[in-house]
């Protein structure tokens, strides 16, 4: 789904670089096992809660992110040039 689309890879744009291995790894399981999208947009818009099995230090960056407190425009995802940028 798209708001799920653009939410995930601006996040993964800004943060992945900086993750480390266990939370690279509870990343790829949240954007993994849900078979619903709409549940991770939910859980990370606040509108349900989260499940304790999901609810970990990078579902909490997911809503901070999510709530976009220096209101930047999030209307597409982000080019791919990033992934073979050095990470900052």
Known sequence: MLENC???SLFAKE???RMSKEQL???DRLINEPSNDWDIYYWATEAKPTPAEFDTDVMAMLREFAKNRNRE???RQPDLE??????R
């Open 6 to 8: 653009i939410l995930l």
């Open 15 to 17: 943060n992945l670089a």
């Open 25 to 27: 790894n509870r990343y």
């Open 73 to 75: 425009q999030r209307l």
């Open 82 to 87: 990033y992934l073979f940028e050095p990470p």
